[in-house]
């Protein structure tokens, strides 16, 4: 799946997690990006570029601007992929929750026992 291909690159992560808040102008993705990764500007413009050709990002221009917007289908295409295994953490979740609505009562019960004495 060429998804995880672009999805593999932590500066696009960053990218599209930094447009999951909103359509945003290149130069603002570009600031953040130069300030946490220490890449240049035409390095970031490459990512952007990967992110709009693969259909993750989409891009409009407003007089010299241009912003950046999130495009779901691909995103619905790794999710669709990814629901097979759902399965393997919810159930530890839900182990998870079990385990700690258990300590919660054993607590209670151990707190209520000690007030009592």
Known sequence: MRAFDVLGDPVRRRILELLASGEQASGQISAVIREEFGISAPAVSQ?????RDSGFASVRAEGTRRLYA???EPLREVDVWLQRFRGFWEQRLDALGTELARGKRERRHTEGAS???
Do not use: K, P, T
């Open 47 to 51: 990512h952007l570029r990967v992110l």
């Open 70 to 72: 999130v495009e779901a």
């Open 115 to 117: 007030r009592d004495e």
